[in-house]
């Protein structure tokens, strides 16, 4: 009849049905069966995939792995495997304390700029200011000539106030000697400051106000020492009195060097140091030095009361070269400036008013002669290398080229910068550099906008 099934079309159908639940539930286990071998990492697929195979690709690749060491496991040793081909295809240079990535990337840039530094001058292509720069290379690089000045140069600066230097009396004729009476500290510090660009005892620059970001301000901080570290003046450790034993027989020799009698060359210098050891024991130390601590703004009228021993302004205004910068020179008690170490200052000058003129005139001067060692003969430099060993353990003075170069980029860096990129920037660079910028500072501000819950909205605005 029409709308039954006969029992052998039930039969074939009930047939098809458990064939196709068979296959399905075969399918089925053996899918499963498929992703948990998978996912025990017994079955991989490889899929097709896409290579980046362009010349910057390449060499990015082959950089990375020649730093790398895929011998080791990085589960076992994570820094052997990341850093043991830096290591060994980068020993330290002798000239150097340390290395790392930053100077080498330092040495390549330098040697770019050697390059560009060495090529004649033209006239016509080259701006005033180039042509300034690849003569002060030059001029550095004119190693018979600085052999055959020698000391010359500097004991011309010894010879005139403020840097007559009392350590070596009259021995380098009576225009030489130092009066006391003369000495004016202000003049001394503003002058190391100013036209040598020696921070000595008083750390002063412009930055920005650290809480109104778009507006410059003056800063005062202590400044450094001779030696590196503070606690290798404070340390009694094997290692910190010999680099002090070290420094004090540095500092005498090139004394004796420039003229000095060796005995007063000795006690001289050992009061330089007693002194510098007082200067590292109120230094704040870097763990101290927090951006609320540090931030205490006031006038210079203010300063002036709170440490009324020290002329403030007149060594703010005898440092600002008003010939550059005319708009300076009408700077007065009222100028604001942020005082990053009231605390250190107020100790400094407690020091200062209870030492001998003499051995502040002894110290200012020693830092002077000090900056300025690299650029004398051979014999000074060797003398320098003797001390670096100790301190350092470097065993070798830095290449003449690789001086000069520091030398042009640190007096003219504006200039040097743009011969730099005139001649290896490329345009797209900048492009890709603006975008990944960009790309940086807009999740800085989604993550400050959706992640951050302990900074309030107004400050987030800003």
């Known amino acids: 009849m029409e709308g039954e099934m006969v029992p052998e079309a039930r039969r074939a159908a009930s047939k098809a049905t458990r064939i196709a639940l068979g296959v399905f539930v075969s399918g089925t286990v053996a899918l499963g069966a498929v992703l948990f071998l998978v996912s025990q990492g017994l079955i991989k697929f490889h899929p097709k995939q896409q290579y980046c195979l362009t010349s910057e690709c390449i060499e990015a690749a082959a950089a990375i792995l020649s730093k790398i060491n895929q011998s080791v496991d990085p589960c076992e040793n994570f820094y052997r495997f990341a ?36 090529r004649p001058i033209s006239k016509r292509r080259d701006s005033e200011a180039v042509q300034k720069a690849k003569i002060l290379y030059a001029s550095c690089m004119n190693e018979n000539k600085i052999e055959k000045a020698d000391v010359k140069p500097l004991l011309s600066i010894l010879r005139h106030s403020p840097f007559r230097w009392p350590v070596l009396e009259s021995n380098i004729g009576p225009e030489g000697q130092w009066s006391e009476r003369r000495f004016s500290l202000v003049q001394a510090l503003a002058t190391l400051r100013g036209q040598y660009s020696n921070s000595v005892f008083i750390r002063l620059y412009v930055a920005a106000d650290d809480k109104i970001s778009n507006r410059y301000i003056l800063k005062l901080d202590q400044a450094s020492l001779s030696l590196a570290s503070r606690e290798d003046y404070l340390e009694n450790t094997t290692e910190a009195k010999a680099y002090r034993d070290a420094f004090l027989q540095f500092m005498v020799d090139t004394a004796v060097l420039l003229g000095a009698n060796a005995s007063r060359a000795e006690s001289d210098m050992k009061s330089v140091l007693k002194l510098e050891v007082k200067i590292a024991e109120i230094m704040i130390p870097y763990e101290n030095r927090t951006s609320e601590v540090m931030y205490n703004k006031m006038n210079i009228s203010e300063l002036s009361a709170m440490i009324p021993q020290f002329d403030w302004l007149g060594y703010i205004k005898k440092v600002i070269d008003t010939r550059l910068y005319p708009e300076l020179k009408d700077i007065g008690p009222s100028e604001n400036v942020i005082v990053r170490v009231p605390q250190y200052f107020k100790d400094l000058f407690r020091i200062l008013e ?41 065993t070798t003075l830095l290449p003449q080229w690789d001086k000069c170069v520091d030398l042009v980029e640190s007096a003219l860096p504006y200039v040097v910068g743009k011969m730099f990129v005139h001649a290896h920037f490329q345009e797209d660079k900048k492009e890709m550099m603006e975008e990944l910028t960009e790309g940086i500072r807009w999740a800085f501000i989604d993550m400050l906008e959706k992640e951050n819950d302990w900074m309030d909205a107004e400050t987030k605005r800003k």
């Open 83 to 118: 850093c043991d081909g830096w290591i060994y295809n980068h020993p330290i240079p002798e000239d150097m304390s340390n290395y790392g990535v930053y100077p080498w990337l330092r040495h390549n840039v330098d040697l770019k700029l050697k390059a560009l530094l060495e």
């Open 354 to 394: 209870n030492e001998r003129k003499k051995t502040l005139a002894n110290y200012l001067v020693w830092r002077m002669v000090y900056s300025r060692l690299f650029n004398l003969s051979r014999r000074f430099q060797y003398r320098w290398l003797e001390f670096s060993r100790v301190i350092h353990g470097t």
